[in-house]
């Protein structure tokens, strides 16, 4: 983004990323402690330069309300962000993120959550609050020097710095958490400097995205993102990915299996046997590329998206990153490596290797509904003093 700070180091390592989730289909809480072993199996696929965390149900006494994930620079960051939080929400409360000290984890910005809601008379149905959200995250990214909402999701939060991916679990207290739902990662996206936002994953509302890859088509998938109101201002190919499941899975409704298959679409010489062989699906592959031909994503890649209900896996159509994925009783597992997944689970039930662009899909058994809105009492906002 224009203007916008980097902190961090700038070294390249070509080594691949690394990818780790794990996902509980009957919605159990889970401590952070095995998605930090998991990533540091994967410890040399990463190179120091970022690691970062998604988890899922780890606010249920704020779950009502959207958690803001914040970086500063500095206090003056802060209090023009403040400003602009203030006109737009009611704050519930805030505080600093908690941390500890970490071998491998250098300075860090200020870190600070706010639970918010947006203000009455600012929105008047489930998808205009969410559309106001995104609106004002991205406002702030552009718009405010030295701030970064790396997180807006209700009862989910991301975590991620410059470091190692198991040093950024540690160090944001991971182990202290309980989720139904964690996915990590460790490096940076291949074409972005080096400073702790830039680290995975990428999120907007609730959808947080993993990435092993580059997108070659970045700069098509962004004009068209764009379209749609969205701001891609981080410099990285990733952050496409996040916009477009939001955009194809929130806002036009795609099921996930087809939301997919415009992602990670079907060469034309494929859709062309498929009709040889009479198969329906090769009339609506057709005309999703067709329709969604400017979000297909080209080039290499590895995705673990979560999202409220649920986890995904992807990889590209040719599968040039890998992905393995496994079961054990309600638990699903998807890594870079099955080491990974060894590692928190020994026995499993099924291991297998997804095909390039086939989808691995967990679902909530109870799914949760987060745009039923619920009427909440506007309370005396807290404020903190900086530590």
Request: proline letters at 5%; aromatic letters at 10%.
């Amino acid at each position: 983004m224009e203007g916008r700070k980097y902190r961090g180091n700038y070294r390249r390592n070509i080594s691949g990323c690394g990818l780790a989730g794990m996902m509980s289909e009957d919605g159990r809480l889970m401590s952070g402690e095995p998605i930090i072993r998991a990533m540091e199996v994967l410890h040399d696929r990463a190179n120091g330069l970022g690691g970062g965390f998604a988890a899922y149900g780890i606010y249920p006494h704020k779950k009502e309300f959207y958690a803001l994930h914040i970086m500063y620079d500095d206090i003056r960051a802060k209090e023009a962000t403040d400003v602009l939080l203030d006109e737009r929400f009611e704050i519930d409360s805030e505080e600093t993120i908690p941390t500890r000290k970490t071998p491998g984890i250098g300075k860090s910005p200020l870190l600070w959550r706010y639970f918010v809601t947006p203000k009455a008379d600012r929105c008047t149905t489930d998808t205009c609050e969410e559309d106001f959200v995104i609106d004002a995250v991205m406002h702030i990214n552009e718009k405010v020097e030295g701030a970064f909402i790396f997180s807006s999701g209700k009862n989910m939060g991301a975590f991620k710095a410059v470091g190692f991916p198991e040093d950024v679990g540690r160090f944001y207290r991971l182990d202290e958490y309980e989720a139904y739902t964690w996915i990590g990662h460790g490096r940076f996206p291949t074409n972005t400097p080096g400073w702790w936002g830039g680290a995975h994953p990428f999120t907007i509302l609730d959808w947080a995205l993993v990435h092993n890859g580059e997108i070659s088509s970045y700069g098509i998938n962004k004009r068209y993102l764009e379209m749609f109101g969205y701001k891609c201002t981080m410099l990285t190919d990733t952050e496409v990915g996040a916009y477009a499941f939001d955009l194809l899975l929130r806002k036009h409704k795609l099921p996930v299996e087809i939301a997919c298959k415009v992602l990670s679409a079907p060469f034309w010489d494929e859709i062309d046997r498929m009709k040889e062989k009479g198969d329906p699906m090769a009339d609506v592959y057709e005309k999703l590329r067709m329709v969604y031909g400017s979000i297909l994503l080209n080039g290499p890649f590895a995705f673990i998206v979560g999202h409220t209900n649920g986890m995904i896996g992807l990889a590209d159509r040719v599968k040039l990153r890998p992905m393995i994925a496994a079961r054990k009783d309600d638990m699903l597992y998807i890594a870079s490596e099955e080491a990974a997944i060894r590692e928190i689970s020994p026995e499993l039930d099924r291991v297998w290797n997804p095909k390039a662009g086939e989808p691995v899909i967990g679902r909530l058994k109870n799914p949760v509904n987060n745009n039923s809105k619920a009427k909440i009492k506007a309370k005396v906002k807290v404020k903190e003093t900086v530590a």
